[in-house]
Nanobody, 130 residues
Framework: QVQLVESGGGSVQPGGSLTLSCSASVLTLIEYHIGWFRQVPGKKREAVSC????????HSADSVKGRFISSRDKVKNMVYLQMNSLKPEDTGVYYC???????????????????????WGRGTQVTVTS
């Protein structure tokens, strides 16, 4: 399994921005599907955005489309979640997840659900409040 560490969470006012970072214990993070998930107490963890391996192709939840951007820095071996126009309902613990595709076919498509990812970070808290 890959060790993942999220950072960049914090408290921000509605309309503000935050950028979350995710670092990994492997040097080949580009080869992994990446998922960003969030969870609030009492609710299931939900997918926010997922990035296909070896690409910058991202699939985002409807609730964050146009506001959140997932990206990779291949040189720094990092992934990011840029969050703009934040709303109170974006509050939650945000998790980074990774999964290495087993073959070429799997590498082309990412299924953006919890069960598709085997490695998880501990999460970082994002609070949007006035």
């Amino acid at each position: 399994q890959v060790q993942l560490v999220e950072s960049g969470g914090g408290s921000v006012q509605p309309g503000g921005s935050l950028t979350l970072s995710c670092s990994a214990s492997v040097l080949t993070l580009i080869e992994y599907h990446i998922g960003w998930f969030r969870q609030v107490p009492g609710k299931k963890r939900e997918a926010v955005s997922c990035v296909v391996s070896n690409s910058d192709t991202a699939h985002s939840a409807d609730s964050v489309k146009g506001r959140f951007i997932s990206s990779r820095d291949k040189v720094k071996n990092m992934v990011y979640l840029q969050m703009n126009s934040l709303k109170p309902e974006d509050t939650g613990v945000y998790y980074c997840a990774a999964e290495r595709p087993r073959n070429v076919m799997e590498s082309l498509i990412v299924s953006c659900d919890e069960s598709s990812f085997g490695s998880w970070g501990r999460g970082t808290q994002v609070t949007v409040t006035s």
